[in-house]
């Protein structure tokens, strides 16, 4: 697997797992008193967010970013729905021969 491939997945559970702690276990630990969730989901975060840190310092070259990209995509870690952004946006994957990555250019009609 590629390393842009597994950034795009890590990115992915890393905030969808963030998420999963913030609006799931927070509030069953804090409003239910049960902390097992949050003994859950705590280090699994954890070692998503090491490997998103990870794979974005070893990924920077092979999607281009420079030193200001690759510091917003760290910065985006530690933000809640902002590695969505950075798979969405600054991990696409290349165009085709249209220059189109979106599928457009099968919908366009003549």
Known sequence: MDIVKSLRIVSV?????FLVL???????KYAGGEPVVVQIMGPI???????????VLAGRGAVG???K???LALIAS????APFFVERN???????????TDGAAER???
């Open 13 to 17: 559970a890393e905030a969808v797992s």
């Open 22 to 28: 913030l609006l799931v276990a927070m509030p069953v």
């Open 45 to 55: 975060h954890g070692v998503l967010f090491i490997a998103y840190v990870i794979l």
């Open 65 to 67: 970013w420079d030193n």
């Open 69 to 71: 990209r690759t510091l």
């Open 78 to 81: 530690v933000l809640p729905v």
């Open 90 to 100: 600054w991990l696409r994957p290349a165009p085709d021969a249209s220059g189109r």
């Open 108 to 110: 366009q009609v003549a």
